[in-house]
C-alpha cells in the first residue's frame, strides 16, 4: 500500500508500525472504536500541552484562544484528534503522519469542522531536513512505535525553536505497564486494538530524558497518566509514571 513504501528521509520509520494503525484509520473519530482510549484522555495531554506553551506566549490558558500566535507541530497525527482542539485554542497547527489513510481522514474531519489544518503526509526527518521550525512540536504516543528513539527525537527537537516546547507522551517499560497496557488494555478489556503495542519498544523516563537532552533541549516536566477504575476516568498523577506518561523539554533562548 502506498503509505507502507519506504520514505527517504524516513531513517526511523517503521513500515509495519505505520501498516497497523493504516488499518484502523475509519475509526479515529468514533468513540467507540479502536482510538476510544485516546480520545478519552484528550483532555489530560491539551492541558498538559496547553500549560505549557502558554508560558512561552503570556497568555491566559483560561482564554478561548490561549494558543494564538503559536505554531504547533503535531508529529503522528494520525486523524487530528489532537490537531482539532488546539487549532479551536487558536494554534496554527501543522499534522504529519506517514500514513496516506490517516492524512486523508483528518483532512475530511477538519473540513466537516471548518477548521484550517495544515495536514501533511511525511515524516519527521523529512520537515526538519526541510529546515521547518515550531513553538511546540508534540510526539504523542508515537515514541513507542519508531525505530530509533534518540533519532526520532534528535530530528523532533531539531524543529523545536529557541525558546520553544517539545512535548512527548509515550509509554513506561515496567512489568506494570506489561500487565496494565498490553495484557489488561488489549486482551482483557479491549481497549485498544491487539498488537498495537511491543512492550520491548516502550520507553523509560530516563531513557526519554537522555534522548531528549542529547537533542539539545531540557526536560522541565514529567507527569503520568493514570486510570481510576472508581471514577472511570484518566487522570493526571505527578508520582506514578509506571504506565502512561508525559514529558516536556524546552530549547533554551
Known amino acids: 500500500m502506498p503509505s507502507a513504501r519506504p520514505h527517504p528521509s524516513a531513517a526511523t520509520l517503521d513500515a509495519r508500525e505505520v501498516e497497523r494503525f493504516s488499518q484502523h484509520a475509519a475509526d479515529w473519530w468514533s468513540d467507540a472504536g479502536g482510538m476510544r482510549m485516546l480520545h478519552r484522555i484528550n483532555p489530560i495531554r491539551i ?80 520537515m526538519a531536513a526541510a529546515g521547518e521550525r515550531f513553538d511546540v512540536v508534540l510526539a504523542m504516543e508515537v515514541v513507542e512505535h519508531v525505530a530509533d528513539v534518540p533519532a526520532f527525537v534528535r530530528a523532533a527537537g531539531s524543529m523545536v525553536k529557541p525558546g520553544g516546547l517539545l512535548v512527548v507522551a509515550t509509554l513506561n517499560r515496567t512489568l506494570k505497564s506489561f500487565g496494565l497496557a498490553i495484557v489488561a488494555a488489549e486482551y482483557v478489556l479491549g481497549w485498544v486494538p491487539r498488537g498495537t503495542h511491543r512492550w520491548d519498544r516502550f520507553v523509560t523516563p530516563d531513557e526519554l530524558e537522555t534522548a531528549i537532552e542529547a537533542a539539545g533541549l531540557d526536560a522541565i516536566e514529567a507527569t503520568g497518566v493514570v486510570y481510576d477504575p472508581f471514577a472511570d476516568a484518566w487522570q493526571r498523577h505527578d508520582r506514578d509514571l509506571d504506565v502512561n506518561f508525559m514529558m516536556a523539554a524546552r530549547r533554551a533562548d
Open 47 to 126: 492541558a498538559f500541552i496547553r500549560d505549557h506553551a502558554v508560558r512561552l506566549s503570556g497568555a491566559d490558558p483560561r482564554a478561548l484562544d490561549s494558543l494564538a500566535g503559536l505554531r504547533v507541530l503535531d508529529i503522528g497525527c494520525g486523524g487530528g484528534i489532537l490537531c482539532e482542539p488546539l487549532a479551536r485554542l487558536g494554534a496554527e497547527v501543522v499534522g504529519i503522519d506517514p500514513g496516506e489513510e490517516a492524512v486523508a481522514a483528518a483532512r475530511a474531519h477538519a473540513a466537516e469542522s471548518d477548521l484550517a489544518i495544515d495536514y501533511r503526509c511525511t515524516t519527521a526527518e523529512a
